[in-house]
């Protein structure tokens, strides 16, 4: 079972470049998040989708877009890249707000 | 706004013994469930064990198990026999959206 699988593992982007984070999952879940972890920090939302064509703001929206076209796909959209957005984002779903959320590997960004 | 503490940046116990990590949390809301991940090395999150908030009866999961009052917002895990494959970060996240900062969990074999 691939669960939730995100796309790429690592990156390095220069200050002002754009890029998007591809995630996608194949356990039919309604509710997809991205999250944000610094060093020696807990996770942080980002964005969060109830379903396709719902998508909500977190709590450090700024500098990202998201889109839910689909069940499956959850893209982050960063735009002008700044240092500052230099962490290890996180892809998750959950069947809903209470169950179990599946969370993808993860992916190291740096901004340089 | 909803907020989750962890106030231990760091725990360390011996192989075998028992530990418990801690976690306060403040919402308004009287229906909500919480969660205990557990992040090793590999980064992966990985679930240890969830709490519905109307439920008295605390939840267990094999060695783990929680100390949920629901009065004094206090969410703590509870680790028995402690084993080297449980050395990790355990982070306490109040529904999926907010995290605390993380307890450290290091095995002394």
């Known amino acids: 079972n691939a669960g939730v699988t995100q796309t790429p593992k690592f990156r390095i982007l220069k200050i002002g470049q754009s890029m998007t984070l591809q995630c996608t999952q194949d356990?039919?879940?309604?509710?997809m998040y991205w999250y944000r972890q610094d060093p020696g920090m807990g996770l942080k939302l980002i964005y969060y989708?109830?379903?396709?064509?719902?998508?909500d703001k977190g709590e450090v929206p700024n500098g990202y877009n998201v889109s839910r076209s689909t069940t499956e796909d959850f893209p982050l959209r960063l735009e002008l890249a700044a240092p500052s957005q230099t962490s290890v984002y996180f892809c998750?779903?959950?069947?809903?707000?209470?169950?179990?959320?599946?969370f993808g590997q993860g992916t190291r960004l740096t901004v340089v | 706004a909803q907020t989750v503490t962890q106030s231990q940046p760091e725990m360390s116990v011996q192989e075998a013994e028992t530990v418990t990590l801690s976690c306060t949390y403040d919402t308004s809301e009287s229906d909500y469930y919480l969660f205990w991940y557990k992040q090793p090395p590999s980064r992966q999150m990985i679930l240890v064990i969830r709490q519905e908030a109307y439920k008295q009866q605390n939840a267990t999961e094999n060695r783990f198990s929680v100390n949920f009052q629901k009065a004094a917002k206090s969410f703590s895990l509870k680790i028995s026999d402690s084993q080297l494959g449980d050395a990790a970060m355990y982070f306490c996240?109040?529904?999926?959206?907010?995290w605390g900062a993380g307890t450290k969990l290091i095995i002394k074999p």
């Open positions: 989708s109830v379903g396709a064509g719902i998508t």
């Open positions: 996240a109040y529904k999926g959206s907010v």
């Open positions: 356990m039919n879940h309604n509710y």
């Open positions: 998750a779903s959950s069947y809903s707000g209470h169950t179990e959320a599946f």
